[in-house]
């Protein structure tokens, strides 16, 4: 199937801060606007046909509890998919409400969200904001002036990397800074489109199932949930439900806005060895670990066991940029195809170079020629799971990784650039073993929107790995914010 090719995302970026006449306010309560506030909106990134923008707020008067911001597009501009808040728009009007731990600003507080839009034609910024109704002008209502930040223009100089942004920090009144991998992705302007994990949360306000299970005897089916909110996995519940026969993972849910959840593969182009050549689940019990002091399982993947969903919802697709990270581990790998995570065809069979982008582990050395025995974190382009634009992995100081726990990354700005990056789960940064361009035959990117998890894009099943969590983001994520989600991968200590 083919799919329209996109340009990469531009160097574009512009930013504005709003100021309007003033306004007097009466009857203020703890959950309206006072007398002052202060709005900088800045798109951060702009390609045909979309950009992305970040929005920051000041509360300039007495403490809120809680805000709605509203502004009004002049040239038919659209939110496709906002974080840190909810929104919603009629016509050019928009109202973005605080997420729930976001709502209360003190005096002087600030706290800022992003979204990806979409325009045609024009996309100027809007000139005016209103935080609960006050204009908001940079000023109080008694014309004491309160010092305004410079609003900084931000560009990508190179197509390799999109403009990022991170939340606007205040000594009062603002949230924590962002500390699970999905808040983390968004906070630096490329939301995950998918978000799956057998372990714990991958947002803060995440409260819903992670995984389902059916067990043999009956046939019954059971969803996995978390201890709390933004909290670690509750499988207590799947040793009492799998005691006395056996249980399969059916489904990974995705905790993303997108809902992109993963269930059993229907097959490809190779069958897999289920009903009618569908795949098989994983064995529910077949890898018991321990994170954060909890007992948990992943998804451990034996030949055969594939997951995938089709046309998923806001996956990046041709040549836009993609980020994608997961937690496996060096205990149970091979040298067959594949063990992926990440993006690849909606027809489940090989539709040729660059049509799909998964992280790749393993030992497969399919180029020749590689270092040491592995296992490696590769690109899986379609053709190749690729350690260079070469293909083959010869750097000498990278001839394999071996930890219980690892975090493998990949990321590809569908047109110049992939990198490669892994880091132990348990400890420590990350490790850049290639960062250069794509493969001859590569560029521009040719990305399809299936989701796959446990096999290759023609759903080659012969391979081993293990799932713990991993996300998938639309655009290019930036380094520091790569190294954030490390720290936060390492605190939830796995072992």
């Not at 808040?85 to 409400?97: D, H, K, L």
């Not at 019954?220 to 207590?236: D, K, P, Q, R, T």
């Not at 099943?461 to 713990?468: L, N």
Request: charged content about 5%; overall charge negative; some cysteine.
């Amino acid at each position: 199937m083919s799919t329209p090719l996109r340009r990469p995302w531009l160097a574009a970026a512009s930013a504005i801060v709003v100021a309007a006449a003033g306004v007097t306010v009466t009857a203020v309560t703890s959950a309206q606007a006072a007398a002052g506030c202060q709005v900088t909106y800045s798109v951060s990134s702009q390609w045909p046909g979309g950009f992305g923008a970040n929005v920051s707020i000041t509360n300039l008067g007495s403490p809120i509890t809680s805000w709605q911001l509203s502004w009004s597009f002049g040239a038919g501009q659209t939110i496709q998919q906002l974080w840190n808040g909810s929104y919603t728009q009629s016509g050019g009007n928009v109202t973005v409400t605080n997420a729930s731990y976001n709502g209360s600003l003190a005096t002087g507080g600030n706290t800022s969200f992003g979204f990806n839009g979409a325009w045609n034609g024009s996309n100027p910024n809007p000139t005016a904001f209103t935080l609960n109704g006050t204009l908001c002008t940079g000023v109080l209502s008694s014309g004491t002036p309160t010092p305004t930040p410079t609003a900084t223009a931000s560009a990508s100089a190179s197509p390799s990397m999109s403009a990022s942004a991170s939340p606007s920090a205040s000594s009062t009144g603002s949230p924590p800074p962002p500390s699970l991998p999905c808040d983390i992705y968004a906070a630096g302007g490329t939301p995950c489109i998918a978000a799956h994990s057998t372990t714990r949360a991958l947002y803060a306000s995440y409260n819903g199932p992670l995984y389902q299970i059916q067990r043999a005897s009956d046939h019954s089916y059971l969803n996995i949930g978390l201890v709390s909110a933004g909290g670690v996995v509750n499988a207590g519940p799947q040793s009492t439900f799998c005691s006395g026969t056996s249980c399969t993972i059916t489904k990974l849910y995705d905790q993303s806005p997108q809902h992109n959840d993963l269930p059993i593969s229907s097959g490809g182009f190779w069958h897999g060895p289920g009903p009618n050549g569908s795949d098989i689940g994983a064995n529910a019990m077949a890898l018991p670990i321990n994170v954060g002091g909890h007992s948990a399982y992943g998804v451990k993947v034996t030949p055969g066991v594939g997951y995938r969903v089709d046309n998923a919802k806001a996956a990046p697709t041709g040549a836009q940029p993609e980020g994608i990270y997961m937690v496996t581990s060096s205990n149970n790998v091979n040298q067959y195809c594949c063990f992926d995570y990440g993006s690849a065809e909606n027809d489940h069979s090989d539709d040729g170079n660059a049509t799909m982008n998964a992280i790749y582990w393993g030992t497969a050395c399919w180029f020749g020629g590689c270092v040491g025995s592995g296992p490696w974190v590769g690109a899986d382009l379609e053709n190749g799971m690729f350690f260079s634009t070469q293909g083959s992995q010869k750097n000498p100081n990278y001839q394999g990784v071996h930890f219980p726990f690892v975090s493998a990354w990949e990321k590809n700005n569908g047109t110049s650039n992939f990198t490669l990056k892994y880091g132990n789960a348990q400890s420590g940064g990350l490790t850049t073993p290639f960062s250069g361009p794509l493969p001859n035959g590569y560029s521009p990117m040719k990305v399809q929107s299936s989701l796959e998890l446990g096999t290759g894009g023609d759903n080659s099943v012969s391979d081993y790995g293990e799932f713990f969590e991993g996300a998938i983001t639309a655009g290019y994520p930036s380094d520091a914010t790569e190294n954030a989600i490390q720290t936060s991968i390492v605190s939830a200590a796995y072992q």
